[in-house]
């Protein structure tokens, strides 16, 4: 039976925030959003937007009972952004993604395991080793096995704004406000205010205030470079190098992506704890070495032209040592999603399908609890 009268409130509007807003009001739930910032002035739109198996290449989630479930939410996202690619959805495309390594994949339990499981969730998957001499990675780099994949890529400008569209048409209310202090305080007033009868939390690193909560973030940034005929050729696919664990320098990965036919993006980093956005190529260090990485790594890339008009986005991935939080929390009586860390969009329909659960869950058992 399709919920028709229940109100929800979401706190937050970043991809997390607004897809489980969408799949509420999909459910016939009565929703309104709010946020103090909007795309394009939220991290969502600096993600590299590359769906991978976790744990990702900039992720940072290990723990096993977080993976898990973290699996389960990458299939389903996965199978919801394959639906609109299909549907041509503006941002959404499945492009063929490349994983190299300086060792066989046998040589490490980890990137075996993680191969194997791969393998069989994805389309078209392929090992081949000659992957990297094929698409112009340097011999010189080391690389001697790879595999591929198809996989969803975002162009999270244009998907950002198709997914406020899409909560608007919904009937979704969406209202610039800053929620302060703990949300256990601010529940009771929050809920007359809105006509809400349960509050969804989706506010990133915000969470760290609303919740009274420790959290940090890992910030990252992506070089943005024209995709204009490098050597004759527009580089159409995804090549990425995960973090070594052998390697004491945590600044080795390469994570090179189309955004879309005109447009590369070039990463990563993952400073833990860093919350400085004003980073540049000139003004920090990691960052013009990151990018001489993903140009030693393939060298035709040496002829793209920065983007003139943005060369460099920063922001700010949300942790927190416990890894991802989707649950509700019975003492709050609130609904938590956040804690995504760099696997916001793989994660996002997902999570929002599980939170939309979780709130039914809520007021199934307000509604027998009022019964006696």
């Known amino acids: 039976m399709r919920a028709n009268s229940q109100k929800i409130l979401v706190v937050g509007a970043g991809v997390s925030g607004l897809t489980t807003a969408l799949c509420l009001a999909r459910e016939g739930f009565r929703v309104t959003v709010v946020a103090e910032r909007f795309a394009p002035d939220i991290v969502s739109v600096v993600a590299g937007a590359l769906w991978e198996w976790p744990p990702a290449v900039c992720g940072y989630h290990h723990d096993q009972i977080s993976l898990a479930r973290s699996k389960n939410w990458c299939v389903t996202s996965y199978e919801m952004f394959e639906k609109l ?4 959805v503006p941002g959404v495309a499945m492009r063929r993604s490349n994983f190299y390594f300086k060792h066989p994949v046998e040589e490490s339990p980890h990137d075996l395991h993680k191969m194997r499981e791969l393998a069989g969730k994805v389309r078209g998957f392929v090992r081949d080793r000659s992957l990297a001499e094929r698409n112009g990675v340097s011999p010189g780099y080391g690389v001697v096995d790879a595999y591929s994949h198809m996989a969803p890529m975002i162009d999270t400008d244009q998907y950002m704004a198709w997914l406020m569209r899409q909560v608007k048409i919904h009937g979704v209310r969406v209202e610039r406000y800053r929620v302060e202090g703990l949300l256990a305080d601010r529940r009771a007033e929050l809920l007359d205010r809105y006509g809400a009868e ?10 760290a205030g609303l919740r009274g909560i420790g959290m940090y973030p890992l910030r990252g940034a992506l070089v943005r470079v024209r995709n204009d005929g490098l050597r004759g050729r527009r580089i ?7 973090h070594d664990e052998q390697n004491e320098d945590e600044q ?3 994570f090179i992506v189309p955004r879309n036919p ?16 004003g980073i540049n190529l000139e003004n920090h260090g990691p960052v013009r070495e990151m990018y001489e990485r993903c140009l030693a790594f393939m060298p035709a890339l040496r002829h793209a032209r920065l983007d003139p008009d943005e060369p460099v986005r920063v922001g700010l991935r949300p942790f927190r040592n416990e890894n991802v939080c989707l649950e509700w929390d019975d003492e709050e009586k609130v609904v938590y999603n956040f804690a995504h ?6 994660f996002s329909w997902g999570c929002a399908q599980e939170a939309v659960g979780l709130v039914r869950a809520a007021i199934e058992d307000r509604a027998y609890s009022y019964s006696f």
């Open 252 to 254: 080795d990965i390469v």
């Open 85 to 88: 690619a299909r549907a041509k």
């Open 262 to 277: 005109r447009l590369l993006v070039l990463g990563g980093l993952a400073e833990k704890d860093e919350w400085d956005t």
């Open 341 to 346: 860390g760099g696997a916001g969009f793989s």
């Open 236 to 242: 159409r696919e995804a090549h990425c190098v995960s």
């Open 198 to 207: 349960v509050i969804v939390c989706c506010a990133g690193l915000g969470t």
